[in-house]
């Protein structure tokens, strides 16, 4: 069965750190990938996302992410955190077929960003 | 010019009630989503309508219906609310295809007494 396994439920790093969010992929194919992020009371917000091509893709607000295919990993990182860049970050995967886009999310990661 | 609106934010209802939560996309998507996060954020699917055609139907209680009126709008009618109904719902909408993205409205905290 395809899942998604984000291992840190929570992380906290001072503003102008950097950040690094794992993501690990269970899938018989390289599925369509995607970041994405939920502040407060809001709904979610796409950062970026990996269909082919290029492993190392960019997003919004500094984001990037790297595809791994070895590794079944799609990890997102930042060179420099934010105060505002705190919020739950989900990782999720697409099946390639079906026409349709059933996303499949992990747990998610709280980030937390000390001053 | 909110891309995909909810109605109502909030809703706190009784168990055993029946109640609906509105969903109306203005990106002119043809397909649109209903998920339930729950007390732990994790997030899953409950269904899908392409052009008003139910195409994903996840394991979900059959006091859930949705209904498509047209392509701009999903409702999502609960029957008979239990306890474990309480979290929040999240409508979203996309293009056709599995690499479409979806954009997501800001839910709908349902919570049960």
């Known amino acids: 069965a395809q899942s998604v396994t984000q291992p840190d439920i929570h992380i906290t790093v001072s503003e102008g750190a950097s950040l690094e969010l794992r993501c690990n992929y269970s899938?018989?194919?390289?599925?369509?990938l995607f970041w994405y992020v939920q502040s407060p009371g809001q709904g979610l917000q796409l950062l970026l996302k990996?269909?082919?091509?290029?492993?190392l893709v960019q997003g919004i607000k500094g984001f990037e992410a790297e595809f791994k295919r070895s590794q079944s990993s799609f990890n997102l990182r930042k060179p420099s955190v934010h105060w505002s860049d705190a919020a739950e970050y989900f990782c999720a995967v697409a099946p390639l077929s079906g026409g349709y886009n059933k996303l499949i999310f992990g747990a998610g990661t709280r980030l937390a960003v000390h001053p | 010019d909110t891309a995909v609106s909810q109605t109502p934010k909030y809703l706190v209802t009784q168990m055993g009630n029946d109640k609906s939560i509105k969903c109306e996309q203005n990106?002119?998507?043809?397909?649109m989503y209903w998920y339930k996060q729950d007390s732990k954020k994790f997030l899953k699917i409950m269904f899908s309508?392409?052009?008003?055609?139910?195409?994903i139907n996840e394991t979900v209680p059959n006091r859930f219906s949705p209904k498509s009126p047209d392509k701009a709008h999903l409702n999502l009618h609960i029957n008979s609310l239990e306890l474990g109904d309480s979290a929040v719902y999240f409508c979203a909408s996309s293009p056709p295809g599995a690499n479409q993205p979806q954009h997501f409205g800001d839910g709908t905290r349902l919570s049960i007494l």
């Open positions: 899938y018989g194919a390289t599925p369509y």
């Open positions: 990996y269909f082919s091509g290029d492993t």
């Open positions: 990106l002119g998507h043809d397909t």
């Open positions: 309508y392409n052009n008003k055609e139910l195409i």
